[in-house]
């Protein structure tokens, strides 16, 4: 209980620069917050989706999130299969950007659907889930059973660490050995989300679930890397560099893996040259003289490729300052690829050829700021609260 | 739009605003009243789930809060599929002559938003003589002053009723579902609107409610069904249910009778005397995205001149 309230307490110390971090965050949240409420009650008219594009930005951050939730499970493979120590040490941190990302994920649904209150429609027993039949509700399923596994890992650890002990390897094993198969599947069934939709010649390809876990791999890493030299800077919290560099090798082999499959989708689209290669035409080359997109996908192409080949040579690989732009290129790379890249063209042509061109405008662009912005707020404050138990329990360990 | 609308509103006669300032205080006055439905609503279940009671309350439900919107008696019922039927549509697309009568006639009958505008027909213009049909290089934005346009053919599509239907299998909180009779039927007040039915769907039969929708108080078709032509919630999904307001009590869709050239067939598909088995066994018929698999209970065909030889 002690702990409970130092950590507690730990939230609201800070340095002016916490303060004002904090400030912008609930100042974001309060505009996306208001602008959602607008939306909640004149609809989703004001989005840009329309019939033709019915699923947009929001939808587009659900799936790149996914990926970022999935990819905790590349700490916690070497962590706790392979015991490796440097990453051992933050494979917690690891958990909870789980814990953020799936609620973020949730968000990201909820401000996207019509009917908001009506979603316990599509919960087991007191709605009328649809299973086997649809990946939605499979996605329901694992999405929620993930969240569960990493709170209940979370929550397990810290309550260890707070009564000054290590966590019990025979009670942690299970949920464990549950959360690795759990961190594929809520990727493989999003990437289903779209395979399985006949009507979109696009999305209805086996490669979109390895693509998924390879761009989950590569972005969500990537993302770890960045946000623990982060907390390494801001706090006095130790992750060592091996660690780091440790994930950067994963990160590289995700992403070499990643672009491969995105050559062999385009080849087999353009050396085919069917009707259902008109989405990737459409991406990348423009259809009837639109070509919202193409910028956007090029831009993509160019970060992912630059950051493989600075990822290729260890001297720009082993360096932060290089490792960080390689990072930072492949997330916004990834981020572009799998939202604007996958959800927005695969609507385009719609369903019986008609090109209507979406981009995300004003108020799906701050109210999804506010799910970053409020991912942010989770984060440092399960970080904050966390902190004092975790320090206890590294200076004991050293 | 918006400045027609006010400028209308100041020429209210002393009645009509009577008339409305009594309904309003009416609805202030029942606070308690408007409270109960919102759990009522909330708390519904699923349709297929409610008893024959339970669904009774519903529409009463339905009926006072419809009549109260558009200050005229509405009614809602949930007539039953009839026995052996499954109904099947066809189009004749040698007869279509593109005037978009059926899409308009459908707006009236089944009460689809004007603004924003939905239409659950959309009415493809395509090139004669280069494939069968093609979609893409398809229009559905023509707007000549005469049709047809010499040198093209017009392909209306809408709700194709599959015996498959992919947007049923998606949804992940079965708010819509294929009734025995062979109509694929939305809940309005099941479907949370997550739009993955409109991403399953390959031909683009279904429709959301993006705002509110609006229908002139006037132009409202009282006649409703539960599942039919009832006004819509902001926020979920309709579709064509082949009138199933009309066809459940006998009668032709309305795109059926408003079309002027009568390419528009509808019937029994379990009656060996119906018009659409007789399309069936006398014409060349195709059924949209065959190669989906989704097995369309709507047949397109080329009527004249292409009749099987006996």
Redesign the interface.
Known sequence: MIHFIKGIKHIFEGHTRYYITMAVLFGILAVAALTYANQYS????L?A????V??GFYIANFTFLVGVAAAAVILVIPAYIYSFKPIKEIVLFGEMMAVVAVSMCILF?AV????????W??LPVI????LP?????W??LVLNGYLAINLLALVYVLYQYAHNRDYNMKILWPIVLISIPFAISIHTVTAF?YA?????PMWNIAVVAPRFIASAFCSGPALMILVFQLIRKNTDIKIEDKALFKIADVVTYALAINIFLLLTEIFTDFYSNT?HG?SMHYLFFGLDGKTNLVPWIWTAVAMNTVAFVMLLFPSLKNRFLTLNIACALLIVGVYIEKGLGLVVP??I??????IYEYSPNINEIVIASGVWALGAIMFILLFKFAYPWFKKHQQADH | MNKKNKSGEKKIDRRTFLKGAAIGAAAVALPLDKADAFWESFLQKHFTELSEADIAKVLKRLENEYSQEYKKPVSVNATKPQENVIYGYGLDIARCIGCRRCVHACVTENNQSRDPEIQWITVLKMKKGEKLYDLEKSDRYYNPDLVPEPGYFYMPVQCQQCADPPCVKACPATATWKEKDGIVVVDYNWCIGCRYCMAACPYGARHFNWAKPNIPVEELNANTHYLGNRPRYKGVVEKCTFCIQRSRNGRYPACVEACPVGARKFGNLLDPNSEIRYCIENYRVFRLKEELNTKPQFYYFFGVGNRRKP
């Open positions: 004149k609809g989703l008219i989005t989706m329309r019939d033709q019915s699923w649904v996207d659907i019509g009917q908001p209150l009506r979603a429609h599509t709605g009328k889930m649809n039949g649809s990946m939605m509700a996605d329901v989300l399985s939709i006949k009507a979109r009707v008109a695969g609507f042509p719609d369903a019986l050829g008609d």
